[in-house]
């Protein structure tokens, strides 16, 4: 991402096949940047208390919202918030994602001060609209007590978390740089010209798409409602496990474009992390049954025996399940990331937004 | 209890103004400070007749209306700015008077409407018990029938949310109280609706061991509905104790997909125990109604007297008398310490043991006992039912049932896995009691039987059967007691 777009500045300052010139670093704030990472950074940790929560079936530990026990969220007694193991989970998951939506304002602020692209500006507004409906939601989830609301929530989540790294993406100095006009000679960056045969946006979109289908089916297994039919589960699994084995072959194809882009770009290195992320999340899959219903018969039968009891809300159980959920939304993340970028590969550089403003936006 | 700062703070006795908030919100879940009246019925939130979207979008107007009371305060006035009820619809809120919604609330209340539009195709419905008809064709009962019975057992025993304690029975209505109901705790900190956040996921609402992901699971979760329970320590195919279930609870079942719940508080685990209990009962009543009803035609409408002295209570005294009589339950003598030459001769009697007739251990487990023997058409009690003679028969009986066939494996010793625990203890229970619901029999005297194994011979197959094992079940370290062994004892 964007560090990686700056190193990869320097080391094309010294590469033969760079011979656009110095690349300096472009005179642009970096605040939304970085604004942009800490967001992420915050969503990241708000996606695994989440996670906690469901995990530990502590969504309706505290029954009102948005007060905590009548208290306001920010004034709720630290004896308290630590004192019960649920409350203390529900109470943090919303004061991150409290804090999580001050970032998101701070970061449509600088956006507005500093960046002058106004689809960056509208990103911006999208954010905000995105995080306050998804505090919504996780509050309408406890005050009408929908396991419907918990599900939507928890589908939203890994969705908001891969819309935040597309703008710490939008907002990195690479991307910009990549928004030159190609008269541009000192920063225009020569690995983002077109592909000599472009792939479809669809082709280059399914990786993303197909682990967020894979989330919401995680998601329909994880708050299944207490009366739904036992065929249901089984249709989730069986849905769940198709699409499981159809990733490491979607990644397998990108990977074999990737090999045909600039190693400059960085498409290789991101489907290696979420090839190693998948292989994880794969394991961690296998271990959330396990750790949950234990080894299937099957199991028993053509491979060992294992004399494991499963523990309810142990430790094991909360960090492998938990783990697995939250592997799914960094895989969603990066396959986010590596999407964008594979689509700046292979596309034509975006309109230029006039002369004018880009002159006033680099003098900001 | 658990949050006393928060609690004592609204319900602050000397403030009038903290009371009726305080009231308010026991009266009705909290909404961000704003707070419905009258009293709903049902446990929690607005009475479900009124739409969903309605209700949804009447929390989002008190949220609005409650977040705007700080800063929209008018400066002029009496009542002003003063916290109060404040007639809202047919109800009232509990706000601010005076408190205006700005530009920015309306455009989040428009927001919310949206969002709740999508979620419009739901709306929790208080969830209800299942009438058991398993293994029957349902168009043989009749609506008036059906109707019948499921008053009945209303009446007699509440609802998932809302349960209720037949006279004569033996069941704590406050444990009861915790267990049932949605997810949660309440505004007092208290936390409910254990069964459903621990439990319901395989057991099902109604206990009938159909719960969402119970097709998965092999072997299937227990439906307590018959009141029988595989692993207990009373004789005769008695009903089990407190502890017994409660031992379940704490240890799991290794091997399955039942959990330790040994994380749980005693109070919690006392709960689900009360409660299992009162499924089980309950789904007994419900056998005799549908037997009664249903079978015999007993006219309508039921009489409440009638139903609780020849169905509750009966029920009710099999399940006090594993407690009150001490002869009915199984007390394991303490374990023979034996010299490593006295432990190898038990080994031996125990095999010799094993391989007699009489024991009829060869016959399901294998003269090794690796779960081989002849005896390969196996099923507990709950799924005995669905198998037909022919495989066609089979396929028409499963139409009548939430799950399909499932068979019975016999118990393969050499892997070391025992359901019901792997200490010496354990087995001797087993061996003892039998397995209740299963083929497994008893080899001890139980009252009225005069038993096929005396103590001794018991520990002698205990031990021979645990020299098979090449490891024990893992338990939960609190609970075990002899990891590893089945090395000790090689």
Same mark, same amino acid.
């Given at each position: 991402?964007?560090?990686?777009?700056?190193?990869?500045?320097?080391?094309?300052?010294?590469?033969?096949?760079?011979?656009?010139?110095?690349?300096?670093?472009?005179?642009?704030?970096?605040?939304?940047?970085?604004?942009?990472?800490?967001?992420?950074?915050?969503?990241?940790?708000?996606?695994?208390m989440g996670g906690l929560v469901t995990t530990y079936n502590a969504g309706m530990?505290?029954?009102?919202?948005?007060?905590?026990?009548?208290?306001?969220?920010?004034?709720?007694?630290?004896?308290?918030?630590?004192?019960?193991?649920?409350?203390?989970?529900?109470?943090?998951?919303?004061?991150?994602?409290?804090?999580?939506?001050?970032?998101?304002?701070?970061?449509?602020?600088?956006?507005?001060?500093?960046?002058?692209?106004?689809?960056?500006?509208?990103?911006?507004?999208?954010?905000?609209?995105?995080?306050?409906?998804?505090?919504?939601?996780?509050?309408?989830?406890?005050?009408?007590?929908?396991?419907?609301?918990?599900?939507?929530?928890?589908?939203?989540?890994?969705?908001?978390?891969?819309?935040?790294?597309?703008?710490?993406?939008?907002?990195?100095?690479? @991307?910009?740089?990549?928004?030159?006009?190609?008269?541009?000679?000192?920063?225009?960056?020569?690995? $983002?010209?077109?592909?000599?045969?472009?792939?479809?946006?669809?082709?280059?979109?399914?990786?993303?798409?197909?682990?967020?289908?894979?989330?919401?089916?995680?998601?329909?297994?994880?708050?299944?409602?207490?009366?739904?039919?036992?065929?249901?589960?089984?249709?989730?699994?069986?849905?769940?496990?198709?699409?499981?084995?159809?990733?490491?072959?979607?990644?397998?194809?990108?990977?074999?474009?990737?090999?045909?882009?600039?190693?400059?770009?960085?498409?290789?290195? @991101?489907?290696?992390?979420?090839?190693?992320?998948?292989?994880?999340?794969?394991?961690?899959?296998?271990? #959330?049954?396990?750790?949950?219903?234990?080894?299937?018969?099957?199991?028993?039968?053509?491979?060992?025996?294992?004399?494991?009891?499963?523990?309810?809300?142990?430790?094991?159980?909360?960090?492998?399940?938990?783990?697995?959920?939250?592997?799914?939304?960094?895989?969603?993340?990066?396959?986010?990331?590596?999407?964008?970028?594979?689509?700046?590969?292979?596309?034509?550089?975006?309109?230029?937004?006039?002369?004018?403003?880009?002159?006033?936006?680099?003098?900001? | 209890?658990?949050?006393?700062?928060?609690?004592?703070?609204?319900?602050?006795?000397?403030?009038?103004?903290?009371?009726?908030?305080?009231?308010?919100?026991?009266?009705?879940?909290?909404?961000?400070?704003?707070?419905?009246?009258?009293?709903?019925?049902?446990? $929690?939130?607005?009475?479900?007749?009124?739409?969903?979207?309605?209700?949804?979008?009447?929390?989002?107007?008190?949220?609005?209306?409650?977040?705007?009371?700080?800063?929209?305060?008018?400066?002029?006035?009496?009542?002003?700015?003063?916290?109060?009820?404040?007639?809202?619809?047919d109800h009232a809120c509990f706000g601010i008077v005076g408190a205006r919604r700005?530009?920015?609330?309306?455009?989040?209340?428009?927001?919310?409407?949206?969002?709740?539009?999508?979620?419009?195709?739901?709306?929790?419905?208080?969830?209800?018990?299942?009438?058991?008809?398993?293994?029957?064709?349902?168009?043989?009962?009749?609506?008036?029938?059906?109707?019948?019975?499921?008053?009945?057992?209303?009446?007699?025993?509440?609802?998932?949310?809302?349960?209720?304690?037949?006279?004569?029975?033996?069941?704590?209505?406050?444990?009861?109280?915790?267990?049932?109901?949605?997810?949660?705790?309440?505004?007092?900190?208290?936390?409910?609706?254990?069964?459903?956040?621990?439990?319901?996921?395989?057991?099902?609402?109604?206990?009938?061991?159909?719960?969402?992901?119970?097709?998965?699971?092999?072997?299937?979760?227990?439906? $307590?509905?018959?009141?029988?329970?595989?692993?207990?320590?009373?004789?005769?195919?008695?009903?089990?104790?407190?502890?017994?279930?409660?031992?379940?609870?704490?240890?799991?079942?290794?091997?399955?997909?039942?959990?330790?719940?040994?994380?749980?508080?005693?109070?919690?685990?006392?709960?689900?125990?009360?409660?299992?209990?009162?499924?089980?009962?309950?789904?007994?009543?419900?056998?005799?109604?549908?037997?009664?009803?249903?079978?015999?035609?007993?006219?309508?409408?039921?009489?409440?007297?009638?139903?609780?002295?020849?169905?509750?209570?009966?029920?009710?005294?099999?399940?006090?008398?594993?407690?009150?009589?001490?002869?009915?339950?199984?007390?394991?003598?303490?374990?023979?310490?034996?010299?490593?030459?006295?432990?190898?001769?038990?080994?031996?009697?125990?095999?010799?043991?094993?391989?007699?007739?009489?024991?009829?251990?060869?016959?399901?487990?294998?003269?090794?006992?690796?779960?081989?023997?002849?005896?390969?058409?196996? $099923?507990?009690?709950?799924?005995?039912?669905?198998?037909?003679?022919?495989?066609?028969?089979?396929?028409?009986?499963?139409?009548?049932?939430?799950?399909?066939?499932?068979?019975?494996?016999?118990?393969?010793?050499?892997?070391?896995?025992?359901?019901?625990?792997?200490?010496?203890?354990?087995?001797?229970?087993?061996?003892?009691?039998?397995?209740?619901? #299963?083929?497994?029999?008893?080899?001890?005297?139980?009252?009225?039987?005069?038993?096929?194994?005396?103590?001794?011979?018991?520990?002698?197959?205990?031990?021979?059967?645990?020299s098979l094992a090449r490891r024990t079940s893992s338990v939960p370290e609190d609970?075990?007691?002899?990891?590893?062994?089945?090395?000790?004892?090689?």
């Amino acid at each position: 991402m964007p560090q990686k777009g700056e190193k990869s500045v320097k080391q094309r300052g010294n590469s033969p096949s760079h011979r656009a010139g110095s690349a300096r670093p472009l005179d642009v704030p970096r605040l939304p940047h970085y604004l942009a990472w800490a967001l992420m950074a915050t969503v990241f940790p708000l996606i695994w208390m989440g996670g906690l929560v469901t995990t530990y079936n502590a969504g309706m530990a505290v029954p009102d919202w948005p007060n905590t026990y009548g208290y306001n969220l920010f004034l709720y007694p630290l004896e308290s918030w630590l004192k019960t193991w649920d409350v203390f989970l529900e109470h943090s998951h919303r004061l991150i994602g409290a804090t999580a939506g001050f970032l998101t304002i701070a970061l449509l602020w600088s956006l507005w001060v500093h960046d002058r692209r106004p689809w960056m500006r509208k990103l911006g507004i999208a954010a905000l609209i995105g995080v306050s409906l998804q505090g919504t939601l996780g509050g309408l989830r406890v005050v009408g007590r929908e396991i419907l609301l918990a599900n939507i929530h928890g589908c939203a989540a890994p969705l908001f978390f891969a819309f935040t790294v597309s703008l710490a993406v939008f907002t990195s100095p690479r @991307w910009r740089r990549r928004e030159r006009p190609a008269d541009d000679e000192q920063n225009a960056d020569e690995n $983002f010209r077109p592909l000599r045969h472009s792939i479809p946006a669809a082709v280059i979109i399914a990786l993303p798409a197909l682990v967020y289908v894979q989330i919401v089916l995680g998601a329909q297994l994880r708050h299944l409602p207490s009366e739904s039919a036992p065929g249901w589960s089984f249709l989730w699994t069986i849905l769940h496990l198709t699409v499981a084995a159809l990733l490491p072959i979607r990644w397998a194809a990108c990977y074999r474009f990737a090999a045909g882009v600039p190693a400059a770009l960085g498409l290789r290195r @991101w489907l290696q992390v979420f090839g190693w992320l998948l292989a994880a999340q794969i394991a961690l899959g296998l271990g #959330t049954w396990v750790v949950n219903y234990n080894f299937p018969r099957w199991f028993h039968d053509w491979v060992m025996v294992i004399p494991y009891t499963v523990v309810q809300g142990g430790l094991l159980q909360a960090i492998v399940t938990t783990a697995h959920t939250a592997t799914g939304s960094l895989l969603l993340a990066v396959a986010t990331a590596y999407a964008l970028w594979a689509l700046a590969a292979t596309e034509n550089p975006p309109p230029v937004y006039g002369s004018a403003s880009r002159h006033a936006e680099t003098s900001t | 209890m658990i949050w006393p700062s928060a609690v004592r703070r609204k319900h602050d006795d000397s403030d009038p103004e903290a009371r009726a908030f305080a009231q308010a919100r026991d009266a009705d879940r909290c909404r961000g400070g704003a707070v419905t009246l009258p009293k709903p019925e049902g446990a $929690f939130g607005p009475p479900p007749s009124i739409p969903y979207n309605i209700r949804m979008l009447h929390t989002a107007f008190s949220i609005l209306v409650s977040s705007e009371m700080k800063r929209k305060i008018p400066q002029n006035g009496d009542s002003a700015g003063r916290r109060q009820f404040i007639p809202c619809g047919d109800h009232a809120c509990f706000g601010i008077v005076g408190a205006r919604r700005s530009a920015a609330s309306q455009a989040a209340l428009l927001m919310l409407a949206i969002l709740l539009s999508l979620g419009g195709c739901s709306s929790y419905k208080p969830p209800d018990f299942k009438l058991n008809l398993e293994g029957r064709d349902p168009t043989r009962v009749k609506p008036a029938q059906r109707e019948a019975i499921e008053e009945m057992l209303t009446d007699l025993f509440g609802t998932p949310d809302d349960p209720r304690v037949p006279p004569g029975l033996d069941l704590d209505l406050s444990l009861l109280q915790r267990a049932a109901g949605p997810i949660g705790r309440d505004i007092t900190g208290t936390e409910r609706g254990l069964f459903r956040k621990h439990c319901v996921v395989c057991h099902g609402i109604s206990g009938d061991g159909a719960g969402p992901i119970a097709e998965m699971l092999n072997p299937y979760p227990r439906d $307590f509905r018959q009141g029988v329970f595989k692993f207990t320590s009373v004789a005769g195919g008695a009903k089990p104790l407190r502890s017994d279930l409660l031992r379940t609870l704490k240890r799991g079942l290794p091997g399955t997909g039942m959990p330790s719940f040994s994380p749980l508080s005693p109070e919690d685990l006392d709960a689900l125990v009360e409660y299992v209990r009162y499924l089980s009962i309950r789904g007994e009543t419900e056998l005799f109604l549908l037997r009664t009803v249903v079978d015999e035609n007993e006219p309508l409408p039921l009489q409440r007297r009638f139903v609780l002295e020849e169905g509750v209570r009966p029920i009710a005294a099999l399940w006090r008398l594993a407690e009150e009589q001490p002869g009915q339950y199984v007390i394991v003598p303490q374990r023979p310490k034996l010299s490593p030459q006295e432990l190898a001769a038990a080994i031996e009697r125990g095999k010799a043991l094993y391989q007699e007739t009489r024991a009829q251990c060869v016959k399901c487990h294998g003269p090794d006992g690796r779960g081989d023997g002849s005896e390969t058409e196996l $099923f507990d009690d709950w799924n005995k039912a669905k198998k037909g003679i022919t495989d066609q028969q089979t396929r028409e009986l499963a139409k009548w049932f939430a799950l399909p066939l499932q068979s019975l494996r016999p118990r393969n010793f050499h892997d070391g896995l025992f359901h019901g625990g792997g200490r010496p203890e354990d087995i001797y229970l087993r061996i003892y009691i039998g397995i209740p619901g #299963t083929p497994m029999p008893a080899a001890g005297p139980a009252p009225g039987t005069p038993g096929v194994f005396t103590s001794d011979e018991i520990w002698d197959l205990t031990f021979y059967v645990l020299s098979l094992a090449r490891r024990t079940s893992s338990v939960p370290e609190d609970v075990t007691v002899s990891a590893g062994a089945s090395e000790k004892l090689r």
